[in-house]
């Protein structure tokens, strides 16, 4: 019960302390949207960063959130490739130290002689190394992806932003063109 009178007058003393004004500066303010939150955010947890930069859209624009079950397939399709190729690797190593040996070949690679295991166990190799690439870039791919969407996050595309191309006449004689730029509702004008 002390605890709780302690922990409710450090927040009325706290509280107390702020001015009207400050309290309407926060209000006002427009909290930036970090893309770095969102780089890290996505580095520890795959599919987290585009999760944060949804949250952070506003109401009309949020589509990140469909971007996760692609990346959480992506990975898994690439960890499955690299799981398989790793077992059939080592089954194929196995078969040949145990050719070697003198022991009896496995059922799945009887057909093949010494020299057919050797050049399928290099295959699997291969696509055992290209997996673990195809792993890293799809992890690689979606945290440059949070870091990019993040950045475009308080991006405007209003209808007030526009650009008008017409020609025009410069002095009395000369022709030109009128590059004409609206941005919220103010208009800018330049003559070449």
Same mark, same amino acid.
């Given at each position: 019960m002390h605890r709780i009178k302690i922990v409710v007058?450090?927040?009325g003393c706290c509280l107390t302390s702020w001015s009207q004004d400050e309290l309407t500066q926060e209000v006002d303010?427009?909290?930036?949207?970090?893309?770095?939150?969102?780089?890290i955010l996505s580095a520890c947890v795959p599919g987290a960063g585009q999760i944060y930069n949804h949250i952070a859209m506003p109401k009309g624009k /949020?589509?990140?959130f469909w971007k996760v079950p692609l990346i959480y397939a992506g990975l898994g399709a690439t960890s499955y490739f690299l799981i398989q190729n790793q077992l059939t690797q080592k089954a194929l190593k196995t078969d040949y130290t145990n050719r070697q040996n003198g022991g009896t070949p496995?059922? /799945?690679?009887?057909?093949?002689?010494?020299?057919?295991?050797l050049t399928l166990y290099n295959q699997y190799l291969t696509k055992r190394d290209l997996s673990i690439l195809g792993v890293g870039a799809?992890?690689?791919?979606?945290?440059v992806d949070a870091g990019i969407e993040?950045?475009?996050?308080d991006f405007d595309v209003s209808e007030d932003l526009s650009m008008k191309i017409s020609p025009t006449i410069l002095g009395l004689t000369s022709p030109g063109v009128k590059v004409q730029f609206n941005f919220h509702k103010k208009e800018t004008s330049a003559f070449f």
């Open positions: 007058f450090f927040l303010s427009v909290k930036k949207h970090p893309p770095k939150k969102a780089v /949020r589509k990140a496995d059922a /799945r690679w009887a057909q093949f002689d010494d020299d057919g295991i799809v992890y690689l791919i979606q945290v993040a950045h475009f996050v």
